[in-house]
């Protein structure tokens, strides 16, 4: 009896050695693996950087003479952008060039075309600014209210204005959305129970996209109506949009495929797609769940500038940029007008726009390459057509 005790123990014995030793060499390899994944993923960074550089310099040196054809310019420079989507130039209120590059469904054989729909991701943050800008002006609310007067639950940053909000120098962070589909109400209740409060981070200039989701939850509050529905209203409907809608009920006609290339390629394949969820879609709002055409986006961009969805010197109060970054009122505010930039799911999307909303570049990309960002190309068009080099 004695020995059979003993030899089930040292059988235990073994057993828990030789577990505890597989386990050991698991976690060695596992580790090991992760260690490379995660310097491959450093050196495809870095390669993508350094593409990236010499693209924008090949693209910025781009020179052209007076005589030179618009289309021949501003194709040598989205080709030279290995740009993949749809391009529309707009010089004093007249459309000088637009022209589609690449294949907006790859599998299906369907290229994209000058109405084709791309995801405008976070340039939805400027028309979310016009919306709470507009209930500014009707006296419904105040850029100094504190957000405790909305969120009165809210533990941490509860002073933080509505002005911070729209400029990006709150401590306001969201880790992460929610992995189930939600309606809007509960997106911004998920967000408002999850939200993080960096205290360091306030009155600085720091991008977090959870700013302008609790802005939607204020229209939601002040208006007693949907942000889609005031969206739809104020924007689709007052400007009659026809390529304009939210992703969550499809794009519809003329629709496109995201697709994503690895971190260092420029030249396309269409190898991979990047799907979208319903709750990705819904975890957006406010911030970037609505599809356009470069037309449409235009129109936006260009009415807000010319004063037709709020007074002119709202606009310019809404556009002040903050002391520690271009940021302003959901765009950024440079030298020559206005910029603001989309990024996605596959899909980049860029607008330029003088300051009187008469002269833009507008790029729509439904395949999104590290390596070969969409807006030094935009930069440069938007640039030489201000200087006069683009006639």
Same mark, same amino acid.
């Given at each position: 009896?004695?020995?059979?005790?003993?030899?089930?123990?040292?059988?235990?014995?073994?057993?828990?050695?030789?577990?505890?030793?597989?386990?050991?060499?698991?976690?060695?390899?596992?580790?090991?693996?992760?260690?490379?994944? &995660? &310097?491959?993923?450093?050196?495809?960074?870095?390669?993508?950087?350094?593409?990236?550089?010499?693209?924008?310099?090949?693209?910025?040196?781009?020179?052209?003479?007076?005589?030179? !054809?618009?289309?021949?310019?501003?194709?040598?420079?989205?080709?030279?952008?290995?740009?993949?989507?749809?391009?529309?130039?707009?010089?004093? !209120?007249?459309?000088?060039?637009?022209?589609?590059?690449?294949?907006?469904?790859?599998?299906?054989?369907?290229?994209?075309?000058?109405?084709?729909?791309?995801?405008?991701?976070?340039?939805?943050?400027?028309?979310?600014?016009?919306?709470?800008?507009?209930?500014?002006?009707?006296?419904?609310?105040?850029?100094?209210?504190?957000?405790?007067?909305?969120?009165?639950?809210?533990?941490?940053?509860?002073?933080?204005?509505?002005? &911070?909000?729209?400029?990006?120098?709150?401590?306001?962070?969201?880790?992460?959305?929610?992995?189930?589909?939600?309606?809007?109400?509960?997106?911004?209740?998920?967000?408002?129970?999850?939200?993080?409060?960096?205290?360091?981070?306030?009155?600085?200039?720091?991008?977090?996209?959870?700013?302008?989701?609790?802005?939607?939850?204020?229209?939601?509050?002040?208006?007693?109506?949907?942000?889609?529905?005031?969206?739809?209203?104020?924007?689709?409907?007052?400007?009659?949009? &026809?390529?304009?809608?939210?992703?969550?009920?499809?794009?519809?006609?003329?629709?496109?495929?995201?697709?994503?290339?690895?971190?260092?390629?420029?030249?396309?394949?269409?190898?991979?797609?990047?799907?979208?969820?319903? @709750?990705?879609? @819904?975890?957006?709002?406010?911030?970037?769940?609505?599809?356009?055409?470069?037309?449409?986006?235009?129109?936006?961009?260009?009415?807000?500038?010319?004063?037709?969805?709020?007074?002119?010197?709202?606009?310019?109060?809404?556009?002040?940029?903050?002391?520690?970054?271009?940021?302003?009122?959901?765009?950024?505010?440079?030298?020559?007008?206005?910029?603001?930039?989309?990024?996605?799911?596959?899909?980049?999307?860029?607008?330029?726009?003088?300051?009187?909303?008469?002269?833009?570049?507008?790029?729509?990309?439904?395949?999104?390459?590290?390596? @070969?960002?969409?807006?030094?190309?935009?930069?440069?068009?938007?640039?030489?057509?201000?200087?006069?080099?683009?006639?």
């Amino acid at each position: 009896m004695k020995r059979s005790k003993l030899l089930v123990t040292v059988l235990l014995g073994l057993l828990i050695v030789g577990a505890g030793g597989g386990y050991y060499v698991y976690h060695t390899e596992r580790q090991a693996a992760i260690a490379k994944k &995660q &310097q491959t993923k450093k050196a495809r960074n870095k390669k993508a950087a350094l593409k990236d550089s010499i693209l924008s310099q090949k693209v910025n040196q781009t020179s052209f003479s007076n005589n030179q !054809d618009t289309n021949q310019q501003i194709t040598k420079i989205l080709n030279l952008s290995h740009f993949v989507g749809s391009a529309l130039v707009v010089k004093n !209120d007249h459309v000088i060039y637009q022209r589609a590059f690449g294949y907006a469904n790859k599998a299906k054989n369907e290229r994209n075309q000058v109405d084709s729909k791309y995801q405008i991701l976070s340039i939805q943050k400027s028309m979310t600014a016009v919306g709470i800008m507009q209930l500014v002006k009707a006296g419904k609310i105040k850029l100094t209210d504190p957000i405790s007067m909305y969120y009165p639950t809210l533990k941490h940053g509860r002073q933080t204005t509505i002005r &911070q909000m729209l400029d990006m120098t709150t401590g306001f962070r969201l880790k992460n959305g929610s992995k189930e589909y939600l309606p809007e109400n509960k997106v911004i209740d998920y967000a408002k129970h999850n939200v993080y409060y960096y205290p360091d981070k306030n009155g600085i200039s720091n991008y977090s996209s959870v700013n302008f989701l609790l802005l939607a939850g204020i229209i939601r509050q002040v208006t007693g109506e949907s942000y889609q529905h005031f969206f739809t209203e104020r924007f689709i409907d007052k400007l009659d949009l &026809q390529s304009t809608g939210f992703l969550i009920h499809g794009q519809g006609q003329h629709a496109t495929t995201g697709y994503r290339g690895p971190a260092d390629q420029t030249v396309p394949d269409y190898q991979e797609t990047m799907p979208e969820t319903k @709750a990705q879609m @819904a975890n957006e709002l406010g911030t970037g769940q609505v599809y356009m055409s470069v037309h449409d986006l235009f129109t936006v961009e260009s009415a807000i500038l010319k004063g037709k969805l709020l007074p002119k010197k709202d606009v310019a109060i809404l556009h002040t940029r903050t002391a520690t970054g271009e940021y302003g009122g959901g765009v950024y505010n440079i030298s020559n007008g206005i910029r603001s930039h989309g990024l996605g799911y596959g899909y980049e999307s860029s607008v330029f726009l003088s300051p009187d909303g008469k002269t833009g570049v507008v790029l729509m990309s439904n395949y999104y390459r590290k390596a @070969a960002p969409i807006q030094p190309a935009a930069n440069k068009i938007f640039a030489d057509l201000m200087n006069g080099s683009i006639k």
